[in-house]
């Protein structure tokens, strides 16, 4: 984990982010410049990020230089689609010799290549260095939150849930299959669980309403839940000194396994259990860490500090939620194909009418810079940036190849036109049009931004442990 009071290591961080960035787009755009080499196009401009340059310098008549919107780039290319209005770049004095459809086709199609190949380098890395899995394996439920979808629907700690929707689960989070994704991405009014109990024979259904968080509305919309979490051990990290624990005798790395004869799951479930018992005497059975078990009586009592506390028994718990941090070692091919996978899942999310997924759930430059910046805060994140790389890239060769103006998928689009009808498009009413759509973009990309940036305010903030002091 990195040191975060250390301003040089922050510095470095943000550097990374930085550069990451300009590399992805530097590649893509090196695609278009060396295709337009190859096909002896006249190269006016190559550019990282869009606006006026604030460094630029002119080699072999080719002006290379870093804009001053920091979002893109672009290699301006007059016998392309007219793009002066949207790069800002002049007319040319004098018509330019045309060129082919076939040549448009290939410089329009060499950006995603490159971009392919680039996640394709990065999934080689991955599969040589590895990444971790970064999985929640278990699909038992440690807890139901009161009052909650998931328990108005009669699920239970201890259950199992084997399908949701009809769509089997792997894992509780983590993955597209697992349970936290497929609420999360379920459509519909209803989610309907298959889940296995203990002592019932057969697996069953429950149907499940669901809810989202609340948020303030320049941020994103809460995605669903249904008030679940998985099974964890409830295993004892520290007791407060003259705490009712510490009285029983628990010691770090008892785990409690039961509570009045009913089975745990999680800490969470123990704590709801103390508090649905008004916080009377209860008898817990408890295995310390040899495995040898026994019985003590438990009386939360009412802690001089923090003020206003309700009855505890002094008890840090061990967090547990056994997420397997594995490092694993995909093949590129499989790693291509799942991020393609989960841009898929993604658009059709954010398409189907009955779909809780949005548009503000995308994610501008400024919420990627962040993910990034997270990432590389915790332990092994360069491999995490590296595999993030493989979905990054993949996600931008296909999205400019959709058939959308002033995207690479537009351009080929006004070729395969061209070649049809024997001439090129009018060139005032295609930049009228790729104006419109270069404006549409990039109010998107405000949208996104704008939530990005307010997803960092105003949100609730979570529940900490806190150390009691008992008298």
Partial sequence: MFDLTSLPKVALLIFVVV????????VHELGHFWAAKWRGLQIDRFQIWFGKPIWSKTVNGVQYGLGWIPAGGFVALPQMAPMESIEGGTKPDQPLPPITPLDKIIVAFAGPLFSFLLALLAATVVWKIGKPKDFVP?????????????????????????????K?????????????EQVILSRGKEIVFT??????????????GFETEKTQWFQ???MRQVGLMPSSPAIVGSTSLNSP???????????IVSVDG??????????????????QT??????????????VSLTPEKPLQPANSTPKIGVLWENTKEVDTRIVHPGPIQQVKESLHSMWITITSVIAPDSNIGVDHLSGPVGIAKMQYQLLQTENGMQRIIAFFVLFNVNLAVLNMLPFPVLDGGHITLALLEKISGRPVKAKPLEIIQTVCALGLISLMLFVTSKDIGDSFGGSSAEKNVEVVFP
């Avoid at 550069?19 to 530097?26: G, L, R």
């Avoid at 699909?139 to 699920?155: C, D, F, L, N, W």
């Fill in 168 to 180: 089997p689960v792997k894992g509780f989070a983590g993955s597209l299959n697992s349970i936290t």
């Fill in 138 to 166: 278990e699909t038992r439920i440690g807890y139901v939150a009161p009052a909650s979808p998931a328990e108005k629907a009669g699920m239970l700690p201890g259950d199992t849930v084997i399908a949701i929707n009809g």
């Fill in 220 to 222: 994103r919309r809460g």
């Fill in 262 to 279: 009913t089975r745990i799951y999680g800490p969470e479930q123990f704590s709801l259990y103390l508090k649905n018992r008004n916080w």
């Fill in 195 to 208: 889940v296995a109990r203990p002592g019932v024979a057969e697996p069953f259904k429950l149907t499940s």
């Fill in 19 to 26: 550069m990451s960035f300009n590399i992805i787009i530097f």
């Fill in 282 to 295: 209860v008898l817990v059975g408890v295995e310390n860490a040899s495995g040898q078990t026994r019985e």
């Fill in 245 to 255: 624990a510490a009285d029983a005798g628990l010691v770090k790395g008892d785990r």
